[in-house]
């Protein structure tokens, strides 16, 4: 039985570490300290009552299962690593563009660009009309849509003319509530082919998208989100992406509804 004792000892003792042994000082405490005790334990015990056979395969159980659980949240932190390392590259694509971000119901329309609206319709609308406010809620136009099918609606805007789901909409410049035209060298106002003021684009500021629409033969307001811009991207302390917005609002990548082509 002695020898048995001393051959379970000469065992475990080739697990023991050198003292130069250059792995992380995290890993030293939980498996070295193991194995010292481990060791300790058969090299000290009564060899007229040695330590049971299936309480020592047991040890070495619990060990290798605590040992593959380390191994397994350290490969686990390191694949988390490598997906916030693709999500930023992802979100780092996107600074420039125009995003449409779930919630956000204002859009800002900057001097030479676009701002856009997205809904989702549930059921197919007629009649629809847009109704264009500033950021304060102070009625600027409302425009004829005509009618629309279940699915997405994309409305875009510059300021002046309008698209819906990529087509232009054929507006009556006549009928549009804006004051300020473009002007001739002698100070007239500008006439388009039918003898109309051509008038000019809204100037660049906070707007809000209201449509509404007939659905189901009941009036309904359709849910707008609006578009804003992605500024320039970072990366909070738990690894998310934060996606900076032109106007100082902020975005997780999962609150992006649609990304928009200018």
Sequence with gaps: MINDVSNNAAVLDQYRKPSNSDEPKS????????????????????PLEPTDNQAFVAQLAQFS??????????????????FNSASALQ????????VIVDGN??????????????????????????TIEDKNGQLLEQIPLGSHGEGSMSIRWDGLNLML?????DVDASKLNR??????????????ANGNKVPMPYPSGEYVFRVN????????ELGMQMSSRVDSVTMSKN???????????????EQIKQVLDE
Aim: net charge negative.
């Design 27 to 46: 890993n030293e405490l939980g498996r070295d300290a193991f194995l010292e005790l481990m060791v300790a334990q058969m090299n000290n015990q009564n």
């Design 65 to 82: 299962t605590v040992e593959g659980i380390d191994k397994l949240n350290t490969s686990a932190e390191s694949m988390m690593a490598r």
């Design 91 to 98: 979100a780092s694509g996107m600074v420039g563009q125009s």
């Design 105 to 130: 119901k204002t859009g800002l329309l900057l001097n030479g660009g676009i701002v856009s609206g997205y809904a989702e319709l549930e059921d197919s609308a007629a009649d629809m009309v847009l």
């Design 165 to 169: 789901d990529g087509k232009i909409v």
């Design 179 to 192: 004051q300020e035209y473009y002007k001739d060298e002698e100070g007239e106002p500008v006439l388009d």
């Design 213 to 220: 629409g007939m659905v189901a033969g009941k009036a309904e």
């Design 239 to 253: 690894g998310g992406v934060i996606l900076n917005l032109a106007g100082g609002q902020s975005a997780s990548l």
